[in-house]
């Protein structure tokens, strides 16, 4: 509330059964994330899920080169 947000999301990041962290979504009008637009975020979370899940990797292979 503080921070002006009407309307908030807290949406888990799942790949491949492990738990990859939070999503957070905030709108400053009322009522404008609903379950319709949970609908689609159910849709679009494999895909950023997948992303961060190769860059984590791809991070973490980085640093293993470095200290390589």
Known sequence: MESGYQSYMLLPIIHEEEFLGFMEIGSPNKFELHKGMLKVMGE???V???????????????????IQ
């Open 48 to 66: 950023i899920s997948m992303a961060h899940k190769r860059f984590s990797t791809e991070v973490q292979n980085q640093i293993e080169v470095v």
């Open 44 to 46: 679009i979370l494999p």
